[in-house]
Structures are given as structure tokens and as C-alpha cells.
């Protein structure tokens, strides 16, 4: 069979301002999409920690230790929600998440807590990927929202109950 090659390249703006782009290439029905800049990186960290993270600035600084270490540029909060302080409003209106491969993983908060996710966050921050066994904490329901009874008094303890999950896919 004889297919064709396309590639194009799709420039996303936000009130006249270009928000990002991302490279679409492919050949019959396969198709290969690549973020080229300008958009904000989504990892699960390398490194391993226990409940205590010294509240969300402590895993704030968890995460932009992990980002600047992989030289990403930018500044990192985690994906973590408190009995005051859910985790989708931590991210404000900020769209347009990739993982650090370049592919994309969601555009808004809104379509990430309805499951409208384009590849799966399973990279570190260097883009290495991460077990298969590994279980990922965020005291935070799919909806983004907390779950009370998984945010370790507000990830300053090591004890309570935790909720965990693996990813799909």
C-alpha cells in the first residue's frame, strides 16, 4: 500500500498570545504528537518520600528540587490536596500540560479530572519511566478534589490512612 506522509504543526493562542504548539506528523492512520515549547511539564518524582513532605510548601519544594535538578525550567507545585486547599485550584487556570518526552498528557485541569488525558503520567522528571508497581499518593480524588481521609494532618505526619493507585494504560 502506498500511504503519505503528513506533518503540521498546530500553534495554540490565549487572547492573541501564543500559548504553546505542538508538532503532529504521521503516515496513514498513525499519527505521533510532539509539544515543542511553551507549555507546562507534569512528572512523578524520582525520588521517594514518606507522608511527612513539611506541609505543601515542603512538597512544593520536593518538586521544583526534582525539576531543577532535571534542568526544567519554570516553576513546579505538587499535585496534592489539604484538608483547606484542594489540588486542582493549586494549579489556577494554567493549561497546556506535557510530559518531559515532549508528549502531551492533558490540556486543562478541567479535562484532567474527567479522565481526558492524551498519554499517561508515567515519567520521572528526567523522562525515565516509572514502575509499574509504584503507587503514587496525592490525598486528592479523581475530581481533584481532597480526600480528607488520605492527606497525612496535611503532609506533616507519617500516620493516617492513605489512598494510592497505579495508572492505567
Known sequence: ELYEHYEFTVHAYEDSTLIGDFMISGMGLSWDYRFKSGNNIAFVTSTTHDGNLGGLAGADGICQARADAAGLNGTYVAWLSTSTVDARDRLGTARGWM???????????????????????????????????ASIFTGTLADGTADDNAICLDWTSTSGNATGGRGSG
Open 99 to 133: 510530559r518531559p518526552d515532549g508528549l502531551p498528557f492533558t490540556d486543562a485541569i478541567d479535562d484532567l479530572v474527567v479522565g481526558m488525558i492524551y498519554y499517561p503520567l508515567r515519567l520521572d522528571e528526567f523522562g525515565n519511566q516509572v514502575s509499574s508497581t
